[in-house]
Every structure is written in structure tokens, then in C-alpha cells.
């Protein structure tokens, strides 16, 4: 079993619709990054959180450390939102290392 | 400022040759991680350099390694190319010391061994 999970692997949604992506991990941490990466490869940070809820333009990301989960969700979603999405948690005795999900891959359809 | 570069950007190459990859992090910036992106797998780890000494490593043979110049810049060596060497990688810079910073990535180089 992972130490990160992610979930959907896949979501296909139509433009407009609330997307909720989740993350779960079974180690101590102490920061969850949440990560996009578009075709071609590049990969963009969204959030660096260790707890409560932070929000940039649509997108909010949420954690509960006791439950080990988060979540990424995107409001009136955009066919320019389609991309991979990634957490990745940094585990507190990793030495600051990250321990990667394997993504969920969003479409929105227009 | 300028954001992290990687070079090549594509790079084809045949079994049982040698690949070097270069990595210019953000000006300031004094770590630098490698990453190995393959299809339907997540980001997998190889080894992060800080101020010129791999501080962390991961778990891939030796024919992986690295090194990282008094400038910061990176590179990432593979000897004896497997076609399974065929991926994404990305290198990723940070401010580095005792504390986590968040890693900003630079666009890839997509290796494609024949």
C-alpha cells in the first residue's frame, strides 16, 4: 500500500462543475503540497499547507491532519484546468523528502 | 527571475549509451532535486544536492548519479542506458538549508532510449 493515495485516478467533468480531488496518507507529516502538472510535463505548485484551508483565485485546498486527508477542489471548473494533479506529503522523519501520490488526471470538457 | 531551466529538452539515445542532464536552478537557490517521470507512474525520487553534496538519495541503481557545481547548477548522469531509462526528468530547485522549502520545477527533459 502507498503512503500517499489520491483519488479519482481519473475524472472527466464538464465545464463548470465543482471538482473534488482527495488525498490520503498513512505517515505523519508535517506539509502536503498539492501540485498540477499539464501535457508536456511542466509541473506548477498550487499550495503548501499543514493545516486548516487555503484558497488561490478557484481552486481551495483542505486538511485534516487527524483524519491524514485532503482535498483540492476547483469551483466552475475550465477546460484550461485539465491537467494531472499531485499531492505529495513530506513525512516528518523524511528528511525533507516528499512522498509522491501518483496523480489524478482532470479533464473538464467545454 | 528567472525560473528553473533544464536541457535538452528531448533527448533520444540507444541502449548501452551514457546521457547527461543539466539543471540551472532559480538564482539563490542552493538545492536541487532529480526526479524520474514515467507513464502511469508517480514522481520517483532520485537524489537531491545541496551545496555541492547529495543530502538525500533514492532508491535507483548506481548507473544514476549526479553532481552539483559550486554555482548551483546540476547534473544528472546515466551510464549504460536500459530502455526502461525511457521517462521524464525533472529537476526541481529550492532555497534548500535546515528547513523544508517548497521545490519549484523546471520543464523536463524527455529521454527516449531506443
Known amino acids: 500500500k502507498n503512503e500517499v493515495e489520491q483519488s479519482p485516478q481519473n475524472l472527466t467533468a464538464q465545464e463548470g462543475e465543482f471538482i473534488t480531488i482527495n488525498c490520503s496518507y498513512s505517515v505523519g507529516i508535517s506539509a502536503l503540497h498539492w501540485l498540477q502538472q499539464h501535457p508536456g510535463g511542466g509541473i506548477v505548485s498550487l499550495f503548501m499547507l499543514s493545516s486548516g484551508k487555503k484558497k488561490h483565485g478557484r481552486l481551495i485546498a483542505t486538511i485534516n491532519i487527524q483524519e491524514k486527508h485532503s482535498s483540492l477542489h476547483i469551483t466552475a471548473s475550465h477546460p484550461r484546468d485539465s491537467a494531472v494533479y499531485i499531492c505529495a506529503a513530506l513525512a516528518m522523519d523524511s528528511n525533507y523528502q516528499l512522498i509522491w501520490g501518483a496523480g489524478t488526471k482532470l479533464i473538464i470538457k467545454p | 527571475k528567472a525560473g528553473v531551466t533544464q536541457t535538452p529538452r528531448y533527448l533520444i539515445k540507444t541502449r548501452g549509451q551514457q546521457v547527461t542532464l543539466s539543471c540551472s536552478p532559480i538564482?539563490?537557490?542552493?538545492?536541487v532535486s532529480w526526479y524520474q517521470q514515467t507513464p502511469g507512474q508517480g514522481l520517483q525520487f532520485l537524489f537531491e544536492?545541496?551545496?555541492?553534496?547529495?543530502?538525500n538519495k533514492g532508491n535507483f541503481p548506481g548507473r544514476f548519479s549526479g553532481r552539483q557545481f559550486s554555482n548551483s547548477r546540476s547534473e544528472m548522469n546515466v551510464s549504460t542506458l536500459e530502455l526502461g531509462d525511457s521517462a521524464l526528468y525533472l529537476c526541481?530547485?529550492?532555497?534548500?538549508?535546515?528547513?523544508?522549502?517548497?521545490?519549484?520545477f523546471g520543464p523536463g527533459t524527455r529521454l527516449t532510449v531506443l
Open positions: 544536492y545541496f551545496s555541492e553534496t547529495q543530502r
Open positions: 538564482s539563490g537557490h542552493r538545492s
Open positions: 526541481a530547485s529550492s532555497l534548500g538549508g535546515s528547513n523544508y522549502n517548497e521545490q519549484f
